[in-house]
């Protein structure tokens, strides 16, 4: 179950727990864990009170928010997400999470636009 971000294998196992312990206290991180042609994942972690810099991605994104809560803006809409939620992010679109009221850990999957 190695660091298995770029190979042919067509089979890969992830154990979510372990790749969490891999996350460090900085205060917004993200760790990718697979990054193959077509798709890419990693998992994202938001301390409660940092600051979400990211800017718009060339790939359509999809967040499972697996712990903590904050408000998500996409665009000029605001919501309040937490765990469980499903997220998806169109390629392009301007996003970012803000007001973390509890850590975030989320798991991220961006599928690649070939280009």
């Known amino acids: 179950m190695g660091d298995s971000k770029v190979s042919n294998d067509p ?60 408000k998500m803006r996409l665009g000029d809409v605001e919501r309040t997400v937490g765990p469980g939620m499903l997220l998806y992010v169109g390629a392009t679109e301007s996003h970012s999470f803000f007001e973390i009221e509890e850590d975030m850990t989320l798991l991220v999957f961006f599928a690649s636009s070939g280009s």
């Open 11 to 70: 089979w890969k196992v992830f154990d979510l727990q372990a790749l969490q312990a891999q996350l460090t206290d900085a205060p917004v991180q993200y760790r990718e864990f697979l990054n193959v042609p077509s798709l890419s994942c990693g998992l994202y972690r938001l301390k409660a009170g940092a600051r979400d810099m990211q800017s718009p991605h060339d790939d359509d994104e999809i967040y499972f928010v697996l712990s903590g809560r904050a």
